[in-house]
């Protein structure tokens, strides 16, 4: 059974900083693509960063570039979310998300995690 896991902290203030980690299990890590996606309070769910199986290639969206970094870590089994000068508007839950290809995982992954609340506070 696949379980991605997501943790990290919940409350930043804007212009703050936090990570967000996920632990996956149930898979062939190194076979797949992870991602992590967002909603936020109304509105759709919507792709913000992935990363390749071997961890070269890294995709953003538009919004988060230059603020957010995704990696991943082989032995742990996890991706991460580093996530600088956060915003307002980066309020939402958090999906830890992992397909076995790059377009899948950016679009509709096969396997998601519960969620973590993230919010930013002005």
């Known amino acids: 059974q696949v379980q991605l896991e997501e943790s990290g902290v919940g409350l930043v203030q804007s212009g703050g900083s936090l990570r967000l980690s996920c632990a996956a299990s149930?898979?062939?890590?190194?076979?797949?693509?992870m991602a992590w996606f967002r909603q936020a309070p109304g509105k759709e769910r919507e792709f913000v960063a992935a990363i390749s199986r071997g961890g070269i290639n890294e995709y953003y969206a538009d919004s988060v570039k230059g603020r957010f970094t995704i990696s991943r870590d082989g032995a742990k089994k996890a991706v991460y979310l580093q996530m600088n000068r956060v915003k307002p508007e980066d309020t939402g839950v958090y999906y830890c998300?992992?397909?076995?290809?790059?377009?899948?995982?950016?679009?509709?992954?096969?396997?998601w995690g519960q969620g973590t609340q993230v919010t930013v506070s002005s």
């Open positions: 149930g898979l062939t890590y190194s076979n797949y693509f």
């Open positions: 998300a992992a397909d076995p290809t790059g377009y899948g995982v950016r679009t509709a992954p096969d396997y």
